[in-house]
């Protein structure tokens, strides 16, 4: 006598809170992922004054955390400094050179990387300092990383119902043809029997 399937306490439930909050994060990223390679975007602020910004950057599927700065001394010396561009520092002197600095703007990873460094220099009587920082974060990896318990939850649910439909022991996997009233492995007693 084969066991019919019947709705069990011990089948896991596909919405969850672990379920729900993964789905959410899954939708959340890879809608991030995707508008990065439809329309890269950013945003941007300045912290306090113009030779200073910090930046957050999703470009070509890569989520970019950043702040770059750079000090002058004297701080009042005629330079015109554009640190706007995510991932370069550009300084602009009044008798018309320049220098560059930052990491360069190489936004694409695959994982999570870091950026750092500092660079000094002068220019006839002023001094620089120049700092970056950044947090590159691959959202096709994170959205990944958000689906494992997806991935797990429905792997669990697809054996408690194949577990159902031949017959087996939904607790330990053991075969309940012979004896349908009790699991002679576990003791587990099978739901359509309990409720006689």
Do not use: K
């Amino acid at each position: 006598m084969d066991i019919a399937p019947d709705t069990d306490t011990h089948v896991p439930r596909l919405l969850d809170r672990v379920t729900i909050t993964s789905i959410a994060l899954v939708l959340s990223f890879g809608a991030l992922w995707l508008s990065g390679y439809v329309h890269p975007w950013s945003i941007s602020s300045s912290a306090g004054d113009v030779n200073h910004r910090r930046f957050i950057y999703v470009h070509h599927g890569t989520l970019t955390i950043a702040g770059q700065a750079v000090a002058l001394t004297p701080a009042d010396y005629p330079v015109t400094v554009d640190v706007s561009r995510i991932g370069q520092i550009r300084m602009s002197y009044a008798d018309g050179g320049s220098s560059y600095g930052g990491f360069g703007g190489d936004l694409t990873t695959w994982t999570i990387s870091t950026h750092a460094g500092q660079g000094t220099g002068s220019h006839n009587s002023m001094a620089y300092t120049e700092r970056y920082r950044a947090l590159l974060v691959s959202l096709g990896f994170v959205t990944l990383l958000c689906s494992t318990p997806l991935i797990a939850r429905a792997i669990q649910i697809h054996r408690a119902q194949r577990r159902a439909r031949v017959g087996t022991c939904r607790e330990c996997g053991y075969d309940l043809r012979a004896t349908p009233q009790r699991c002679p492995e576990c003791g587990a007693i099978p739901t359509m029997h309990a409720e006689r």
